[in-house]
Structure formats: C-alpha cells, structure tokens
C-alpha cells in the first residue's frame, strides 16, 4: 500500500496502529524529560502526517518512518535542545514500569536496567544515538545505511564506536557489547 | 548483560498507548496530528503573508500619493520611486517564499535531511544578516523619498531643507536601527547555533572514519541481528 491510497486518514490509522512503536520509541531516545517526550513524540507524528502525500513506495513504511522520525529528531528546535544539556534524572519519567503484572520484584529490576540503558543512550552524541537506537531495534546494517544515507560499512565502524560508548556508559551493568 | 540483552529489553520497553486496542484513541491521535499539521501550516502561511502585504502597503500608499500627485499634474518620479521600491521587496519576498514552497520537503535519507535543513537554516541566516540590504534599505529609501518630496515643496529655505532633512534622516534610522538589531540577534542567536549544531551532526553522519582494526572489523562484518 502506498501514500496514493485514496483515504490518508486510514492509512496513517494502519501505520499508527502497525509502526506505532517508533515515533514512540525514538522520541525517548532524544528527549529527556517526560514532557519533552510527549512534545517531540506529536512532532514526529505531525511530520509523518505532513510527510504523507510524498510516499512514493520506494523504500519500506518502516525504513520511511524511522526516517521521517530520525529527521525530526535531528533538526527539530523546540524547547528541549536547552533542556538537553541538563544531567538526566535519576529516575526516568519517560520509562514507564515493565510488565506490571509480573513478578514485581523482577519488573523493578527491569525497569531500573532499562532507565539505565535509556539514560546510557541518551549520552550519545545525537547522529551515534541514531545509529544506536536503530540497532537496537534490530535494524541491519544496511537498512540503517538505507535510513541515514552512509554506507554499510560506515555505518558497521560508526555502529562500533557508538557501543563503545555505550559500553562505557553502563558501566557496572554492561559487560560486553 | 550484552547488547543482545540491550536489544531485548529495548524492544520490549512498554509503550504508553496502545491504539490498536482502542480505537477512540486513535481517532483522537489522528485528530491532535491533523490539527497541529493545520496550525503549522496556517502559522507559516499568515508569516508569509503578513510580511508580503506589509510591503505592498507601503507601495499601495506610495502609489496612490504618486497618482495623485501625478493627476494634479505635478511632478512625481520621485513618489513613483518611492512606491516602485516596497513593490520591488514584495517580489523578493513572494518569489523567495514560492521558491521555499517548491524545494522538496522530504529527504531520501537523514544525510540528504541534514543537507536540506542546513541549506534552509543558511539561507534564513543569510536573509536575516542582510535584511539591511533587501528590506529595511529600499523600504528606507521610499520613506526618504517621500518625505524629500514633500520638503522640497512645502520649504523654500536651504536651511529648512537640510534641518528637516535631517530630522527625516533621524526618523527613519530610529525607526529600521531596532528591526535591523533585532533580526542580527535573531540570526546569530537563535540561527547560528542550529546550523553549527547541524553542521556538526552532519559531519559527524557524513564523516569516513580510518579503517578498523583488524579484528574489530572481523567482528563487526555482520549486521546486528
């Protein structure tokens, strides 16, 4: 299916329901505070919108989203690029509680590695954060290279030093990347 | 925990909404989207209007005393200038706006996204550091014009002349020195750190890093699953 589906509406309504997941998760990754996060989330998804009528079916709605997302990230300007620059908070409001219904213990320890990994992301320098996050999601090489513009190989040595970093910044939790 | 785990907990990090099972949510997300791409596009819309009918005023004002000037069969090149040069800032304007309009909005990748708002974020910045020289100068200059005309026929004396001048001359620099502040503040403010900002994130995108070692390379061949 493409953008030149006669009804935009239900199409975003398919895309929002199917790839719903990462405007939402991309939006964490790049902004701190819980406010910020709902903000740059609609951002997102205003883009997507506006972005919709110049689909062409070219590359996968998937592919096309994380792009429309990561640009948004990237070059947006609202009022969180000054907020940035604060330390994060211990405790992470964007992190909502893992699987409530489970054992409690194990969800809180849940939650506390992934406020950990969240907060480690965070630290990235915004193109490797990109990068990081895309892999984390389980994106290939290549269709990150597809989603960023760099080549596979590029992104295999940029991806590298990204978890390096990463690495260092979970120290304690992480013992291999 | 290894960057498999990472992956693991990251794709499954609980999501705030779940519009698949409520579908009175969604239509409400879509709603919130649909008005907000509507307001953007009305806020850029008025912007671009707002700054075109500015200077076409200035030029309806200055045409319309040039008329009468010229119907009351009295010299009036010197009004007919002064209306023909808001008319020549409106053009720019409408012309840089249609040409803004018709640049493609959506990049094929991030790197050509990156391109697209940097080109954008330069030519704004451009635009504002020389608003000296394609709007406040010509809006300026017909103000001046205008007001030497009327001088030159309601003073006879050199020395009234050159007082109210210089009066006019003082007018017009308190009035544009402000606007002409604040659109420098603006650019070097607010515009120059975005593009170094961007500047940066695109060389680090576009950057070609050394070769790996040897061994890292070995075990980075293959994608991350």
Redesign the interface.
């Known amino acids: 299916m493409t953008a030149r589906s006669p009804d935009p ?1 239900s199409l ?2 398919e895309w ?2 199917e790839y ?2 990462i405007p ?2 991309l939006s ?1 990754a790049y902004a701190f505070e819980a406010i910020d996060v709902e903000e740059l989330h ?1 951002e997102m ?2 883009q ?4 919709l009528p ?1 689909f062409r079916g070219q590359s996968r709605v998937s592919t096309w989203i994380y ?2 997302c ?2 948004t990230a ?2 947006g ?1 609202r009022e969180r690029r000054r907020r940035e620059a604060r330390v994060v908070p211990a405790s992470d409001p964007s ?5 409530p219904e489970a054992d409690p213990a194990e969800a809180h320890e ?1 939650t506390e ?2 406020t950990s ?1 969240m907060e480690a992301v965070r630290t990235l ?4 954060r ?1 990068l990081i ?1 895309l ?9 990150i290279g ?5 080549t596979e190989n ?1 992104v ?6 990204a ?1 390096r970093k ?1 690495t260092a910044g ?1 120290k304690g ?5 | ?3 498999d785990d ?2 693991s ?9 779940t ?2 099972a409520n579908s009175a949510a ?2 409400a ?2 709603r ?3 008005a ?2 509507r307001a ?1 596009d009305r806020t850029i819309f008025w912007r671009d209007l707002r700054e075109c009918v500015a200077a076409l005023l200035v030029f309806l004002f200055f045409a319309h005393e040039a008329r009468a000037k010229t119907l009351a069969g009295a010299s009036s090149w010197t009004l007919w200038l002064a209306a023909a040069l808001p008319l020549g800032v409106a053009g720019f304007l409408l012309i840089d706006r249609v040409r803004a309009h018709r640049r ?11 391109d697209h ?1 940097l080109a954008e974020l330069r030519h704004q910045h451009r635009l504002l550091m020389n608003v000296i020289w394609w709007y406040l100068l010509p809006i300026a200059l017909a103000t001046a014009l205008y007001m030497a005309d009327s001088f030159i026929v309601s003073t006879t004396s050199w020395p009234g002349r050159i007082i109210g001048g210089g009066i006019c001359a003082a007018m017009i620099a308190a009035v544009n020195y402000p606007i002409w502040r604040l659109n420098r503040r603006a650019a070097t403010l607010y515009l120059a750190p ?1 593009i170094v900002r ?1 500047e ?2 695109r060389r ?6 050394d ?2 070692p040897s061994n ?2 070995s ?3 293959s ?3």
């Open positions: 509406e975003f309504a929002l329901v719903g997941g939402r998760k964490r609609q998804l205003v997507l919108w506006r972005s110049q792009r429309v990561l640009n990237l070059t300007q992190v909502d509680p893992v699987c849940r590695r992934l990994l320098p915004p193109t490797e990109s996050v892999a984390l999601d389980g994106l290939s090489h290549r269709e597809e989603i960023t513009g760099q590029h295999g040595v940029a991806l590298l030093r978890r990463l979970m939790l992480v013992h291999e990347l | 925990m290894n960057f990472c992956q907990l990251w794709q499954k990090q609980p999501l705030p909404t519009p698949r969604l239509a997300t879509i919130r989207v649909r907000d791409a953007f493609p909005k959506e990049a094929t990748t991030v790197l050509a996204s990156l708002a975005r961007l940066i994130e680090d995108f576009a950057d070609e890093f070769p790996p890292s390379a075990n980075n061949k994608p991350v699953p």
